[in-house]
């Protein structure tokens, strides 16, 4: 499997609920928030990251690509490892099982999670639920009205 198969794969998946491509960037833009979904190839090997966020139309990024900004993964170390493989394009898994296996974590760990955020409020919600805000910029907590 080559990068552009892995793309192909992710506008699959993103397109039909409403990203549009843009280079190595899918795009949602909303009224309150924009969200973006990235491929990242890794500098030392034939690996991918899929990075997504969200933006917050109401305030500057600052230099800052996203607001909010997470990685595909599982808190699961079984699981986490499976998709790391996945995205290795290096490593043996087989073309078929390597698409089936990616469309199903990016529609269970990336397109459900996206389509759930829709506004700052929806956006408040789930950042609530996260452990620690330490990756939280500070104009974000203000805007947010984060305890800081």
Known sequence: ????????????MLVPV??????????????????MVNLQKSQFSNSFYV???Y???????????????????SLDDR????????????SKVS?????SELKK??????VQKVRLVNTEEDLLQEL???SHLNNIPLLVKRHLNLTI
């Open 79 to 90: 699981e986490n490892t499976r998709i790391k493989e996945l995205l290795d394009l290096e």
């Open 18 to 35: 409403g990203f549009k491509k843009k280079g190595n960037y899918w795009v949602l833009n909303g009224i309150e928030i924009t969200k």
């Open 55 to 73: 933006i917050l139309n109401a305030i500057p990024l600052n230099g800052l690509t996203m607001h909010i900004f997470s990685g595909l993964g």
């Open 95 to 99: 073309k078929e099982s390597r698409t």
């Open 1 to 12: 499997m080559e990068k552009k198969e892995l793309a192909s794969i992710l506008s699959e």
């Open 128 to 130: 609530k639920e996260l």
């Open 105 to 110: 974590i990016l529609l269970e760990k990336l």
């Open 51 to 53: 990075n997504f966020g």
